[in-house]
Structure formats: C-alpha cells, structure tokens
C-alpha cells in the first residue's frame, strides 16, 4: 500500500507530467574503466634516462640502527613509525633473486614517484632479513636511501622503514 506524500498534491503530479513528457535523453555515456593498479612485479622500470642522484661523498654503509646525515627528530620520527608509508612491499615467499629483483623495482619506482617513506617486510627468520640491508646499500640503490630503521609498529624485527630522499 503506498502512501501519499501529504506536500504532493494533483496539480503537482499534473505539472510533473507535462514537464516529464517534454524531456530527451541525454546521449548515452560509456563508464570509464579504470586499470587495476599494478603488482610489484608488473612494473617495469626502463633502464633509467634520470641518474641517481650523485653523492658529493662517498656513501657511509646505513644498518638498521644508525642513519647518515639525518636530524635526530626525523630519525625518531622514522623510528617511531609516525611518518606517512607512502608504500610497501612484502617479500613473503619470493625467492633471494625475486626478492633482490623486487626491492629494487620498489626502490627507484617509489624514489621516482616522490615517495618518501616506505616499509619493507621481510619476515623475522630466514636468509632475505639480513639480505635486504645489504641489497639497500649496495650501488643501485643507496643513493636514492637516507636511513633504515627497525619497523617497530609496522611488522617488528620482521620489516624495515625505508626513509627515501626527495626527488630534485
């Protein structure tokens, strides 16, 4: 049983219909689709026309406790876990050269698209913990690396925050 609305009166309904009567359609629109966002893996990185950023110096080795060249309020920031992750990548289950393959697709396209703080997670145990510090201070990828610090509420001893500098 429907109701009527007490405000809906006969020459209301009247005056809807003669105006409903006089209307066209507007041409049909296609709805956009838009792309799935890629995986990590889907990424492709071309072989780099930007170099790296160049060091003035050579470059201090980071660990995961001791940073180069950055203020103690960042670092406690970093450390705390209170800056923005603007990415992450889990390397879970990939083998030590996928995961090798994958951290560095992650790094320059993060550092490339003006990320600034990403996580690691590597996972507590097993060969890619120790790994991936060495991966982040190798050539390719620590000129784009400022600090590394522990994960502490994003992952404990499993994750690494990767503090990124700014894109010029």
């Given at each position: 049983?429907?109701?009527?609305?007490?405000?809906?009166?006969?020459?209301d309904i009247e005056l809807w219909?003669?105006?409903?009567?006089?209307?066209?359609?507007?041409?049909?629109?296609?709805?956009?689709?838009?792309?799935?966002?890629?995986?990590?893996?889907?990424?492709?990185?071309?072989?780099?026309?930007?170099?790296?950023?160049?060091?003035?110096?050579?470059?201090?080795?980071l660990t995961a406790h001791q940073?180069?060249?950055?203020?103690?309020?960042?670092?406690?920031?970093?450390?705390?876990?209170?800056?923005?992750?603007?990415?992450?990548?889990?390397?879970?289950?990939?083998?030590?050269h996928e995961a090798e393959e994958?951290?560095?697709?992650?790094?320059?396209?993060?550092?490339?698209?003006?990320?600034?703080?990403?996580?690691?997670?590597?996972?507590?145990?097993?060969?890619?913990?120790?790994?991936?510090?060495?991966?982040?201070?190798?050539?390719?990828?620590?000129?784009?690396?400022?600090?590394?610090?522990?994960?502490?509420?994003?992952?404990?001893?499993?994750?690494?925050?990767?503090?990124?500098?700014?894109?010029?």
């Open positions: 049983m429907k109701r009527k609305s007490p405000d809906r009166t006969e020459k219909h003669k105006v409903a009567t006089g209307i066209t359609p507007l041409k049909k629109k296609v709805a956009k689709v838009l792309p799935k966002p890629p995986r990590g893996d889907d990424i492709y990185i071309p072989p780099s026309t930007v170099e790296a950023p160049r060091p003035r110096q050579q470059l201090k080795e940073s180069a060249d950055v203020d103690a309020a960042l670092m406690k920031r970093l450390r705390s876990g209170e800056l923005p992750i603007a990415g992450r990548i889990d390397l879970h289950g990939m083998t030590r994958a951290i560095t697709r992650f790094i320059h396209f993060s550092f490339h698209n003006g990320r600034r703080c990403v996580l690691v997670i590597t996972g507590r145990s097993g060969i890619l913990k120790p790994a991936t510090v060495r991966w982040l201070n190798e050539a390719a990828l620590r000129p784009f690396i400022i600090a590394i610090a522990p994960a502490k509420k994003h992952g404990g001893d499993g994750a690494y925050y990767v503090l990124l500098k700014r894109r010029r």
